[in-house]
């Protein structure tokens, strides 16, 4: 187990850097780009624990994906084209390679068994599972489909109209990717938009894909070309280098080329209502996603009601958003966000539990948190809880907090950000 040391002197950041690539889009990019006709090239690619597992789990199913560094190159073997994998696919940690081939999976003509590592096999499942049930998919697994292991046992697929009960990117990209072999349209009506990384990428290769609100609508096509993407710089990643330079005085950063997804850049949004001093350069449009530069200075900042929409385009960073709040002025309220819940951890939980170990006032509720401002933080033995976010977010807090804070199994980190340390120490100096 790696234990990471902050020390808390709230040195200010100073400089630029580039995040490394969007891991939704990275994911994407050899799943779709395995069931185009041709070769796909894939630049700006992050090359990290998550993403590799995906990459395994299609070359498990026949695909030749090369991977070099930030370039990533598939072979896509077209819709049909798939072969059934002669050993179980361990997906690793990564919720995201998991939900959406089991989309795909299901459709298939052959069996496939499904696992992964023991935090991933304590997630639920079901909400994937279920709609994909609706659509004729043959899936056994614990707890009748909802942990891993899973067995599927592909099969003919037909088009539903399926409204989630919860807003989540995973599974609507799970039941679209299943939608790409159903008779008929499949229809999936939102709550709340999410992320449409998978919708501009079906369409970018060539998919039917139509949008009218939070309703998408898919139909079978007969092909999918290749492409080559440019991944932009993740704004997830990108957030908690933001969060660090607003709250440690004197600190002015750039960040370069990250993805200003309107379904993903609610952090933004949400610490520019808490006082955040960001400013967004040179947009500009890439792959079909938008992309630009981030300035950010450190900032005098104050609580927030955060819910309703806010929830679903921020979900990934409200643990750092959370962090931010305990040196704002006056209360952050964080509710609507029960999917917090079902994330690698129970980020609810784990936030409350480890800010707490460092001073700050907490109370934690079933679908959120408050946090009361202007506490001052110490350094603590602090737990990862293996989840990345929660590592990575604490980290942050830590910057600022007196002493030095422990962070216990933080090598978690390398499933989205390997060097992330590193980058903020280099930042720091």
Not at 91 to 114: D, E, K, P, V, Y
Not at 232 to 241: L, N, T, V, Y
Not at 327 to 337: P, Y
Not at 366 to 377: F, S, Y
Request: aromatic share 4%; charged share 25%; hydrophobic share 40%.
């Amino acid at each position: 187990m790696s234990v990471r040391i902050i020390k808390g002197s709230s040195a200010p950041l100073k400089g630029e850097i580039t995040p490394p690539g969007d891991k939704s889009i990275s994911h994407r990019s050899l799943m779709i780009g395995s069931l185009g006709e041709g070769k796909t090239s894939v630049s700006g690619f992050l090359n990290c624990d998550d993403t590799i597992s995906t990459a395994n789990a299609m070359r498990k199913l026949g695909v030749e994906i090369k991977i070099d560094g930030s370039h990533a190159e598939v072979t896509g073997r077209g819709l049909e084209g798939l072969k059934e994998p002669d050993d179980v696919i361990d997906a690793g940690n990564s919720g995201t390679t998991t939900r959406l081939i089991t989309g795909l999976l299901c459709a298939q003509s052959f069996f496939t068994a499904l696992t992964g590592d023991r935090y991933l096999r304590a997630r639920p499942m079901k909400r994937v599972v279920d709609p994909l049930r609706l659509m004729g998919a043959s899936i056994t697994g614990r707890e009748d489909g909802n942990k891993l292991p899973l067995a599927i046992s592909g099969g003919k697929l037909k088009g539903i109209s399926y409204e989630l009960p919860l807003a989540s990117a995973q599974v609507k990209s799970a039941i679209l990717l299943a939608g790409l072999y159903a008779e008929g349209t499949t229809e999936v009506i939102e709550p709340e938009s999410t992320r449409d990384h998978t919708e501009r990428m079906l369409a970018y290769f060539g998919a039917e894909v139509a949008r009218k609100g939070n309703i998408i609508k898919i139909t079978n096509p007969e092909r999918l070309r290749s492409g080559d993407i440019s991944v932009p710089a993740d704004i997830s990643s990108a957030a908690f280098f933001i969060a660090a330079a607003l709250i440690n005085p004197g600190s002015e950063i750039l960040l370069k080329n990250v993805g200003l997804n309107p379904f993903r850049s609610g952090v933004i949004d949400i610490l520019k209502k808490m006082g955040g001093a960001i400013d967004i350069l040179e947009e500009r449009d890439v792959s079909g996603e938008p992309v630009g530069d981030i300035m950010v200075k450190s900032s005098d900042l104050h609580g927030a009601v955060i819910k309703g929409d806010e929830i679903p385009k921020a979900i990934d960073e409200l643990p750092v958003i959370a962090a931010v709040a305990c040196f704002a002025e006056g209360d952050t309220t964080i509710k609507d966000a029960l999917e917090l819940r079902v994330k690698e951890t129970d980020r609810i939980k784990a936030m409350a539990s480890e800010l707490g170990k460092m001073g700050a006032d907490i109370e934690e509720f079933e679908d959120g948190m408050t946090v009361k401002g202007g506490k001052l933080l110490k350094g603590a033995t602090c737990s990862s809880w293996g989840d990345h976010r929660i590592a990575m977010s604490v980290a942050v807090a830590a910057t600022r907090a007196a002493g030095e804070t422990s962070i216990e199994d933080a090598e978690c980190v390398s499933v989205s950000y390997p060097g992330f340390f590193e980058e903020m120490e280099r930042l720091g100096k």
